[in-house]
């Protein structure tokens, strides 16, 4: 990667990118269930059998089909099924044009609780050998570990250089573009791990459900 600009700015890396997946599905008459799992890294990914496994875990669970009571029921989200749920709305909000244009729901509320206190999230692209991780954004500003939430309050939001100097700010090194003008985006959503393990969690619950993916939460 090389990023030039007419004022003299210059940045260039390079980097590797690997990554690996695994699909399976569940078909039993007009019901049918598509499940995957995926690995990725800047190094080679050599061993498959973890991804594998969820997989076959998620197939394995599927097999039990039940009808969902209506009624008030406790919910576990796995991973994958909070990045489904929230990734893609925290994005949104926390993007500094979104913000800038009065779009964001939290645009007015930086310093305040909004979030649930055990929330933390951060942007950092500067982790080492993570897919996601990089010097600088698109536009040569060098990347840094942004706090997005903290202990439920919103701490940042993510600028480019352009919005940044409309917001009378700085650019917090998310600068991204492809074919066309920059733009706010994020790099890399860390949330902070929890204490509790996902066999603590559903240990003692007798009825609830298990949130994997949402089907259709994009488009809400």
Not at 32 to 46: D, K, Q, R, T
Not at 61 to 77: D, E, G, I, M, Y
């Amino acid at each position: 990667v090389r990023i030039m600009n007419s004022r003299g700015g210059q940045a260039k890396y390079r980097k590797s990118f690997f990554s690996l997946g695994i699909e399976g599905s569940l078909i039993n008459g007009t019901d049918m269930l598509f499940v995957g799992e995926s690995a990725s890294s800047c190094h080679p990914i050599l061993e498959s059998r973890a991804v594998a496994e969820a997989v076959l875990w998620q197939l394995e669970l599927a097999k039990n089909r039940t009808s969902v009571p209506s009624k008030s029921l406790p919910v576990v989200f796995t991973p994958n099924g909070v990045a489904s749920a929230l990734i893609l709305p925290l994005m949104v909000a926390f993007n500094g044009k979104i913000v800038l244009e009065g779009a964001s729901p939290i645009g007015n509320k930086p310093g305040q609780t909004v979030f649930d206190p055990k929330l933390w999230l951060r942007d950092d692209p500067t982790i080492v050998y993570r897919p996601s991780s990089r010097p600088c954004d698109d536009e040569g500003v060098p990347s840094q570990r942004t706090p997005l939430i903290e202990a439920g309050i919103v701490a940042n939001f993510l600028y480019d250089l352009q919005t940044a100097a409309l917001a009378h700010t700085h650019s917090t090194g998310n600068g991204s573009r492809s074919h066309g003008l920059p733009a706010p985006a994020p790099s890399a959503f860390i949330i902070a791990p929890g204490n509790t393990t996902f066999a603590e969690m559903v240990q003692d619950i007798k009825e609830g459900l298990v949130i994997e993916q949402l089907m259709g939460a994009e488009q809400g």
